[in-house]
């Protein structure tokens, strides 16, 4: 694996474990509501002991959290892990000042080290006599006893680590407004890879130290932000006019010059992501929207979001969150902030500057953002995912291609044994914003907030052994659902049930592995039967039985055939002009062997192109393509 792909899980590992703080800055902000006077004192201590309480354990969820995401979710290398930091806070409690303490990067090293010795060792057999410790618990003994080495070690090098953070730390905020800048900066570049959970862990979770009231030593701008540190809050506070305001303008920007025919959908999808984004923060839907069109307007975004982290220190704003910078983060932690009113007329010219220079740019350098072009037009998943997971499988390489499927907030990332055979149109036609190869056979895609549900479906694809038939597209032009057909017969389904298509090129081919069972004389239509048994009749235009010298066939009866084989050339222009339309059917007329039916959106598809529709038999085991 390539070190861009090994940072790739990584930073997706190291995610996982943030996903508790939300709750922590909850409890936070209940605890902080005047309890006393409404007497009950009682509510706001446990409130905010439990929430500090998130904060101090928060190196054993970085080491549990870092272990699961390495391992695809192994319990055997979470529990290695556990085991392994609480060796580590034993050794070092008994043996050290006190100065050194379980922190971030530890619990993520102690939960790399589990993970990585869980994918070496999970399958290890030993002697017999020892067998009983191979396998799973070879890992946890492995594991343990390199916690222990690890902690005697750490007991030299702890204070070296820490005195060499606070010099970065010191150095970092020594360049004042100008380190935040450059903060500001990477982080953005590093978004469009996926990585930016690595720079933010270093900031927000281990540089800068602070001592609370109690005693308990805490790390990291986030971490000290809700401990009341006064110095902390910096490295977020300029985040939250980027979040709350630029990118939904630019939101906006794309929905004011999408084309008029297809400004709907885009309002549909484009005001949901803006709201998700001002809401959470969760901004990568939109900004993979422009990112691979015009990736010369994604580095004006990223220095335009240093300034903004600039502009919040030079005005001594001070703010933070648990998840991330949108306005309920804004709202829940207002009471420890500093100058946080700030950042609302900050954020509202950001996001009237953004929206003007979006607008002008998109229209003058002609960028095919979302409703410029169809093919670019975002989908809507809500209620399709498990009818569209089929076929985006297919368009990942399909099920053996897959080595690992992992999701986090808004993009799949997947290891797979070839990137080359992954369709890019087709994920970008089944509604990916974006897709990033990193190399090694590491992939990100962009789905926005629905990647995790996607992936559920998709891993459930993986563990079962379906018997399932792929169909390519048999004409070149717009694919329709069954029931436009201009023909009740077809429409209502009393042939069988499939899609149709308008086609723009006069050539059928086939949409499957098959025979060739019927070529009707005047060759406007024919039959094939698939290797899994389904009948397919591919019917070109309607009422064009008579049309007589206007088609050619290029196969006949018992051929076998395969997606993408020509089969008939017919004239177009004469079925144009004299056929009641040019609507093809592609139906199956023994549709009581299909359990399940999937379809990419319907919209234009190239001749051949894979897959258009993808069906479920309820039988297994009954043949088909290796």
């Known amino acids: 694996m390539n070190w861009l792909g090994s940072l790739q899980q990584l930073g997706r590992a190291v995610m996982l474990p943030t996903m508790v703080l939300p709750a922590a800055a909850i409890l ?73 303490q379980p922190a971030s990067l530890i619990g993520i090293i102690l939960g790399a080290l589990a993970g990585g010795m869980h994918n070496r060792f999970k399958s290890i057999k030993l002697p017999e006599i020892l067998q009983f410790f191979g396998g799973s618990r070879f890992v946890l003994l492995i594991v343990g006893l390199c916690s222990a080495l690890f902690s005697c070690f750490m007991l030299w090098l702890a204070p070296i680590l820490q005195h060499g953070l606070n010099g970065i730390a010191t150095w970092e905020y020594s360049l004042g407004g100008f380190g935040l800048f450059i903060y500001g900066v990477l982080y953005r570049v590093l978004v469009a890879f996926g990585l930016h959970h690595l720079l933010n862990n270093v900031f927000w979770f281990q540089l800068g130290t602070f001592e609370t009231p109690d005693g308990n030593i805490v790390q990291g701008d986030l971490p000290r932000f809700f401990a009341g540190d006064p110095t902390a809050g910096f490295f977020m506070a300029g985040l939250f006019p980027i979040m709350m305001f630029a990118i939904p303008a630019i939101a906006f920007a794309i929905i004011q010059e999408a084309r008029e025919d297809l400004k709907p959908k885009i309002k549909k999808t484009f005001l949901t992501s803006a709201l998700v984004c001002f809401l959470t923060g969760v901004s990568e839907q939109i900004e993979f929207a422009f990112l691979f069109a015009a990736p010369y307007l994604f580095i004006v975004h990223a220095v335009m979001s240093g300034v903004a982290m600039w502009i919040s220190y030079w005005l001594d704003i001070r703010h933070g969150f648990s998840y991330s910078a949108g306005i309920i983060d804004y709202i829940l932690n207002f009471h420890l902030s500093e100058n946080a009113w700030k950042l609302i007329p900050i954020g509202i010219l950001y996001g009237l500057v953004y929206y003007f220079l979006f607008r002008w740019a998109i229209r003058t350098f002609k960028i095919p953002t979302p409703g410029r072009e169809e093919g670019s037009m975002l989908e809507d998943w809500v209620g399709n995912i498990p009818y569209q997971a089929p076929l985006i499988l297919e368009a990942l390489g399909g099920k053996s291609n897959i080595v690992q499927v992992e999701a986090c907030i808004t993009r799949l990332r997947l290891t797979v044994h070839d990137d080359r055979l992954i369709d890019t149109g087709a994920m970008k036609s089944m509604g990916s914003a974006g897709l990033i190869k990193l190399g090694g056979g590491n992939v990100q895609v962009v789905f926005g907030t629905y990647s995790e549900l996607i992936r559920e479906e998709i891993a459930k694809l993986l563990e079962r052994d379906l018997q399932q038939v792929l169909f390519c597209a048999p004409v070149q032009g717009k694919m329709l659902p069954i029931e436009e057909v201009p023909d009740q017969i077809f429409a209502a389904k009393l042939v069988g049930d499939g899609v149709a298509f308008v086609p723009e090129k006069g050539e059928l081919v086939s949409p499957v592995y098959g025979t060739i069972m019927h070529m009707y004389p005047t060759m406007h239509a024919l039959g094939i039967s698939t290797r899994e048994g389904l009948e397919v009749l591919l019917h070109i235009g309607i009422d064009t039985s008579q049309l007589k010298g206007h088609f050619e066939a290029f196969v006949q009866e018992g051929d076998t055939v395969e997606p993408g084989q020509l089969l008939i050339k017919f004239d177009l222009a004469v079925l144009r002009d004299q056929a009641a339309s040019l609507t093809t059917p592609m139906v199956i007329t023994n549709p009581d062997r299909i359990k399940s039916w999937s379809f990419a959106p319907f919209k234009q598809v190239k001749k051949g192109q894979a897959s258009v529709m993808s069906v479920v038999l309820y039988d297994r085991n009954v043949g088909g393509v290796e």
Do not use: K
């Open 28 to 100: 936070l902000s209940v605890g902080s509501l005047p309890w006393d006077a409404w007497g009950l004192g009682i509510v706001g201590e446990v409130s905010t002991v439990a929430g500090h309480g998130i904060f101090y354990f928060l190196p054993y969820l970085f080491a549990v959290g870092v272990a699961l995401g390495l391992s695809n979710q192994a319990g055997q290398a979470g529990l290695a892990a556990l085991a392994g930091i609480v060796i580590y806070d034993q050794v070092t409690r008994n043996f050290g000042d006190g100065t050194v």
